[in-house]
């Protein structure tokens, strides 16, 4: 079973982590929410979720992918949090599959990482060294980076990396019972 870190820090996108965290789920994939202080975490708009654990008890070595969600304050965080930035590089460096919506593709640049085709809520591009932008795909794949728009497309990435990790037959199970033909 493959393993998904979603870190979350105060700020994060609700709607964005919630779909993402339910559609893998969905998908039997073993998801770990993880926090950077405390086990509740606000979102930025003031909805509380609580994490499995705290973000210094993971290694790359214990996880298949991280996958972080947006919001502006939650990815400031998350660009200026030590522990993130080093495991986004060292999962880099072992090829593993990194991914991050809305605003978060601003800490893989960050990090150094975000070097090929990538896609991002529209404003954020112009905080982005990268200047691989693209403005008319949902989800976009690039090595093994995998970004998103917003919280609109969070159920389409969510099925991107449903089928990714658990093959065309999930994906499609899931992606007709929840009726998302438009992904």
């Excluded at 973000?55 to 400031?76: A, Q, R």
Aim: proline share 3%; charged share 20%; with cysteine.
């Amino acid at each position: 079973m493959k393993t998904i870190l979603i870190p979350l820090a105060t700020g994060f996108e609700e709607i964005e982590a919630v779909s993402l965290i339910d559609i893998l789920r969905r998908a039997k994939i073993n998801v770990i929410i993880a926090s950077l202080n405390d086990l509740e975490v606000t979102g930025a708009n003031n909805i509380i979720i609580k994490a499995d654990i705290y973000i210094h008890t993971i290694t790359s070595d214990k996880i298949d992918m991280i996958l972080l969600p947006g919001g502006w304050d939650g990815t400031n965080i998350l660009a200026e949090n030590n522990l993130i930035q080093d495991l986004i590089k060292e999962m880099n460096k072992k090829n593993k599959t990194i991914g991050a919506i809305c605003a978060a593709p601003f800490a893989l640049d960050t990090a150094g990482v975000l070097k090929g085709k990538f896609t991002c809520y529209p404003s954020v591009q112009n905080a982005i060294s990268n200047k691989n932008y693209i403005n008319n795909l949902k989800v976009v794949e690039d090595n093994n980076i995998i970004t998103s728009q917003g919280p609109a497309t969070a159920i389409c990435m969510g099925l991107y990396i449903v089928k990714k990790f658990a093959g065309i037959d999930i994906y499609n199970q899931i992606k007709s019972g929840i009726l998302a033909e438009f992904c």
